[in-house]
């Protein structure tokens, strides 16, 4: 009986890898078809996509789908803060400029730890980006037309403190970006000393903020973000 249980839950996950890896299909056949037209959208499809990884010879991997969000976010702009200011400019409603930093910084994030994980150059230069960084009252702007019965449902506990950790794993990310940058030039040009101990400086505040925030208690979801970025802090 056990090894008639064991091979019909081998089957059953076979069944449901199977059904992922098809839907996984699916979605590259509708990206390559043009079948959504909306660009914001397809930023966030293409993102989603990229946490897939099936197979290691898969060209298509989630390096691939990044780059292909990036081009995305600089084709439609995302990567410069609009000026508001500018004459016959319109007014951008909060909750949009939200999620377009929201996206455009997710590109970031990744593509810096992608970049260092995999030993190649990164793709976005930040001296020619404007778009500012996300903060803590952002998921304000992003929850307020969700009901409370839906956020009860689907969202997790504490998204202020989730923010605040998104926040400073961005910083800390921007720290690695600029270390990439020193390692992959082509010259080798090595930074200053005052450079390095500036970095040094940095990255010991964010040791010294992660103590202290795990020292108080949080619920189950945001201990455990605030572990995840201990590990890069690591």
Known sequence: KRAMYIRAK????NARFGETVLANQSHKALYDAEYE???????????LTGFWYSDTEDRTGPWHWNGIAISLCQTIGLHRHPDTGRKHSKAIPTSDSSIWRQLWWSCF????????????????????CSTRMPDANDSDNLLAGIPECIRKKYLPEGTKDLSKLWTELLTLT??????LSWQNRAERTRPGKTEIQHMDDTIRQYSFRKDHAIAHGHNHVVSLHMYHLELYLE
């Open 10 to 13: 081998v089957v059953l996950d």
């Open 37 to 47: 037209r909306r660009k914001i959208t397809l930023i966030q499809a293409v993102l």
């Open 109 to 128: 994030y990744r593509e810096a730890w992608f970049s260092a994980g995999m030993g190649r150059p990164m793709r976005i230069n930040l001296a020619d």
């Open 174 to 179: 921007i720290s690695l970006a600029k270390i």
